[in-house]
């Protein structure tokens, strides 16, 4: 079974800063990852993914995450957030088996908080 | 546009009553879920269906149902055994038999039982 950890649960920063959101795996077998961004009272949106190929993704809005399989972790970096980032980003995980259902599985979700 | 529909966006209910929220897409997609979303938890998955006529429960079905009659639609009723309902519930979708695996959502229905 899959698990996704964010430690952070919530993250102020100020605009035009750079800022990381932390993501940690486990899994016994290969895995896709995922964030997602929820601003409030709306569902969730894709930033970017992770299949297979390149260790560094971008994803939309200037975010990019790094694919570390030795640390079994998935950061989400900006280098420099607007007030228009501030909402709650998800990681997610799913198996990259391909027989059955291989369900997602979420974190608990960072908020992130941009101030002037 | 192609896209997940949920209504309504709010609901109240009374303590005791079933209640079903409706979700449909137009993304001509065979897969379909439902997940309840609470505070500092994350989403948790109550049901999907990979395909008409079949679906299969998630981690916390007890007190909800689904059915799963035509691709486009996949209500969820929240039983009056659902012993606490109150939650922010997203509906998603996606291609199954597909190598890009992304979910696509809703915007979600919060509903309120007092």
């Known amino acids: 079974a899959q698990s996704v950890t964010q430690l952070d649960s919530q993250v102020p920063v100020f605009e035009e800063a750079p800022v990381e959101l932390r993501c940690n795996y486990s899994?016994?077998?290969?895995?896709?990852l995922f964030w997602y961004v929820q601003y409030p009272n709306q569902g969730l949106q894709l930033l970017l993914k992770?299949?297979?190929?390149?260790?560094l993704v971008k994803g939309i809005n200037g975010f990019e995450a790094e694919f570390n399989k030795s640390q079994t972790s998935f950061h989400l970096r900006k280098p420099s957030v607007h007030i228009s980032d501030t909402a709650e980003y998800f990681c997610?995980?799913?198996?990259?088996?391909?027989?059955?259902?291989?369900?997602?599985?979420f974190g608990t979700g960072t908020r992130l908080l941009v101030s002037p | 546009d192609g896209g997940i529909t949920q209504s309504p966006k709010y609901l109240f209910r009374k303590e005791g009553q079933n209640v079903t929220l409706s979700c449909e897409q137009n993304?001509?997609?065979?897969?379909m879920y439902w997940y309840r979303q609470d505070p500092g938890q994350g989403l948790r998955l109550i049901y999907y269906?990979?395909?008409?006529?079949?679906?299969q429960k998630g981690d916390i079905a007890e007190g909800y149902s689904v059915s799963r009659e035509k691709k486009e639609s996949f209500p969820l009723t929240v039983t009056s055994a659902q012993k606490n309902p109150t939650a922010f519930y997203l509906c998603?979708?996606?291609?199954?038999?597909?190598?890009?695996?992304?979910?696509?959502f809703g915007p979600g229905t919060r509903l309120t039982v007092t």
């Open positions: 992770y299949l297979s190929g390149s260790t």
């Open positions: 993304l001509n997609h065979d897969a």
């Open positions: 899994s016994s077998v290969s895995v896709y």
């Open positions: 269906s990979q395909i008409v006529n079949d679906f």
């Open positions: 997610a995980v799913r198996s990259g088996l391909n027989t059955g259902f291989q369900k997602l599985v």
């Open positions: 998603a979708s996606s291609i199954t038999g597909s190598s890009d695996y992304e979910q696509y």
